[in-house]
């Protein structure tokens, strides 16, 4: 009877330990995409000075977004999405609260803060709508 209680104490510490590992997997990956090269991708799409970067989870992948003002229209800013593990071009939609960059706002991906959530506008779409 007690080595049977010592099995199961044994057994349950075990999966308790498997479930943390996975746990801390999650919230501590590594990208296998560098961000300057994911930040080279976003420029590659949208010509200009980029105002924020971050490395954030969205939905059931990781991305680095990228807050940038083209240069023909300085006033405005896009949020560029870059895929953290294929390097691909996620979307490019208008960056509804960009930072000012002349105020020298800028997001880092070497903080150990997380990311605060941010809203963006849809991806633009090239259909009309009714047809």
């Given at each position: 009877?007690?080595?049977?209680?010592?099995?199961?104490?044994?057994?349950?510490?075990?999966?308790?330990?498997?479930?943390?590992?996975?746990?801390?997997?999650?919230?501590?990956?590594?990208?296998?995409?560098?961000?300057?090269?994911?930040?080279?991708?976003?420029?590659?799409?949208?010509?200009?000075?980029?105002?924020?970067?971050?490395?954030?989870?969205?939905?059931?992948?990781?991305?680095?977004?990228?807050?940038?003002?083209?240069?023909?229209?300085?006033?405005?800013?896009?949020?560029?999405?870059?895929?953290?593990?294929?390097?691909?071009?996620?979307?490019?939609?208008?960056?509804?609260?960009?930072?000012?960059?002349?105020?020298?706002?800028?997001?880092?991906?070497?903080s150990k803060a997380p990311a605060s959530p941010r809203r963006?506008?849809?991806?633009?779409?090239?259909?009309?709508?009714?047809?």
């Amino acid at each position: 009877m007690g080595t049977q209680r010592v099995v199961l104490v044994a057994l349950t510490v075990a999966v308790a330990w498997v479930g943390l590992v996975l746990a801390l997997r999650r919230s501590l990956h590594a990208p296998d995409i560098p961000d300057d090269q994911a930040r080279t991708t976003a420029l590659s799409r949208v010509q200009g000075t980029v105002a924020d970067e971050r490395y954030v989870r969205e939905g059931d992948r990781w991305v680095y977004t990228f807050d940038i003002r083209p240069r023909d229209e300085p006033e405005r800013a896009l949020r560029v999405t870059v895929d953290a593990d294929r390097g691909v071009l996620v979307s490019v939609a208008p960056a509804l609260d960009a930072p000012d960059d002349r105020l020298g706002a800028r997001g880092s991906f070497g903080s150990k803060a997380p990311a605060s959530p941010r809203r963006s506008a849809p991806a633009l779409s090239l259909e009309r709508a009714g047809t």
